[in-house]
């Protein structure tokens, strides 16, 4: 529920954390810190801001310099304010923005004229820091549930 009377919680924390357990907002809290709670609207707008690049400018290299000017503000952003209250999340977040200025980045070569074997080698490096990316991910996901389900299975 988003609504509570006032005499269940009065204090502006209990009140924020029954609020992140609710059901209906549990996307825009679940594991944001305190301060941060709304971050996903921020992401949400990212998302967005990508898109609209991809619809108002025509031009392919134009597209990947302002997505990859949108990344780097992200980034910064990012390693600012840490939104996230675990460390690792927050790592994550940052490695999935580095390899998307890697892929706006070197995909830009991908619209000049260069040998085919500097096409192949910008492709491979593409591809590359997408497979770390998702492998590493895959890891620590696979990791982490190992930790949770089998050396503390009663942690469900």
């Given amino acids: ?19 992140r357990k609710s059901m209906s907002l549990f996307l825009l809290f679940s594991g944001y810190k305190k301060d ?14 990508v898109v609209a690049i991809a619809v108002f400018f025509e031009h392919p290299v134009i597209q990947a310099l302002l997505a990859n000017l949108l990344v780097v503000i992200v980034i910064c952003l ?31 070569f991908l619209y000049v004229p260069i040998p085919v ?10 591809v590359t820091a997408n497979a770390i990316f998702y ?5 620590l996901i ?6 949770e389900f089998v050396l503390d299975p009663r942690a469900e």
């Fill in 1 to 19: 529920p988003l609504f509570w009377p006032e005499d269940i919680a009065d204090d502006e924390l209990e009140k924020f954390n029954r609020a």
């Fill in 36 to 49: 941060f709670y709304c971050w996903e609207v921020s992401i949400i707008l990212r998302k967005v801001a």
């Fill in 78 to 108: 990012q390693l600012k304010f840490l939104p996230f209250e675990e460390f690792l999340v927050n790592m994550v977040e940052f490695a999935s923005l580095l390899v998307s200025f890697i892929t706006f980045f070197f995909g830009q």
């Fill in 117 to 126: 074997y500097g096409s192949v080698s910008v492709t491979l490096v593409i």
């Fill in 135 to 139: 492998i590493s991910l895959v890891f």
């Fill in 142 to 147: 696979a990791k982490d549930m190992y930790k």
